[in-house]
């Protein structure tokens, strides 16, 4: 299934808030027709405006893709007027936090192809990554259709079962916040130990993303990595005593973050 067959069908793209708008930039960038998004948003903002999809525009009759990006919150007001967004062959592609596939299929009936998806915002980028799982109903052709689309924004994998999705939530839905926040905390640490704010914070970000980079690409796993930079006894070293500390450090640290978020998805599902 290729980009072009969805591009020919068309797409629907039901909220285009902070989510919807990282993968809409993501599909206009990689090349993607803007005539062949629909957008369906309350409040749309000027780069929505701006970037020439349809906004608030009726819906073609045949959409290749359904997908929804409205908040789990505003899923109650959202649902009922899903079905309308496509037909019996449209596949409807969730990325909210929470909802489960029963819920939609409640909405939108048991023979809709349903398939659950958990994106994150780097897709602005190109670098994404986005976990899949599909209901009964979702084909092979179908999964691949939603593979093609996410695809064009980064990694796709697809999951054993929606039981996976709250986890993938806590470590890759969510993780960009974690890694924001340590960028932020790095280079406030540097302006602790006397740096000027501005060069700390070109320091954490170059370094942030380099190592993230040095770790997609190596074929050193992680740890071996961390250990490349590791001196006998040298700074690291010191630096790694306190942060991989079983207590205080990053693992118990971590493991509670990725556990609150994976617990507030599923809670979300309620
Ligand atoms: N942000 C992220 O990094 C990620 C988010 N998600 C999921 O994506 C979804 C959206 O999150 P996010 O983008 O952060 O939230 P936002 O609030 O930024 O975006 C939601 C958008 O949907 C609009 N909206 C609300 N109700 C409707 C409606 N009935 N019809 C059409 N549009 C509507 C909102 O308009 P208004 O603001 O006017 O209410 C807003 O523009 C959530 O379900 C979240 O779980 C998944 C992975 C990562
Ligand atoms: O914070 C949230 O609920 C959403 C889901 C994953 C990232 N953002």
């Known amino acids: 299934m290729s980009m072009a067959a969805i591009e020919e069908r068309g797409m629907v793209l039901l909220g285009c808030g902070k989510m919807g708008s990282a993968m809409l930039a993501g599909w206009l ?43 789990p919150q505003m899923m109650g007001d959202a649902l ?46 190109g670098r994404g990554i986005t976990a ?49 926040h340590l960028i932020e905390t790095l280079a406030a640490a540097g302006v602790a130990e006397g740096l000027p704010a501005d060069l700390a914070m070109k320091l954490a970000k170059a370094t942030v993303g380099g190592a993230g980079q040095l770790a997609e690409d190596a074929d050193e796993d992680p740890s071996q990595l961390r250990v490349n930079v590791t001196s006998p006894n040298g700074t690291t070293h010191a630096a790694l005593q306190v942060l991989m500390d079983e207590e205080t450090g990053l693992p118990p640290l971590l493991r509670r973050a990725v556990k609150a978020a994976a617990d507030r998805g599923r809670e979300l599902g309620k």
């Open 29 to 71: 960038s990689g090349g993607m027709s803007p005539s062949a998004i629909w957008v369906l948003d309350p409040y749309p903002s000027d780069w929505l405006l701006s970037t020439g999809v349809h906004v608030n525009d009726g819906v073609p009759a045949n959409p290749a893709i359904a997908l929804i990006a409205v908040k």
């Open 80 to 125: 009922p007027s899903m079905a309308a967004l496509g037909n019996a062959s449209t596949v409807f592609l969730s990325i909210a936090a929470g909802t489960s596939i029963s819920a939609f299929e409640t909405a939108l009936g048991t023979d809709s192809p349903i398939i659950r998806a958990m994106p994150n915002t780097p897709a602005a980028i």
């Open 132 to 180: 899949i799982v599909g209901n009964v109903n979702a084909t092979s052709a179908h999964m691949d259709m939603a593979d093609a689309l996410l695809c064009a924004v980064g990694q796709v994998v697809r999951l054993e079962g929606e039981h996976q999705i709250d986890a993938v939530t806590g470590v890759s839905g969510s993780g960009p916040a974690y890694v924001f």
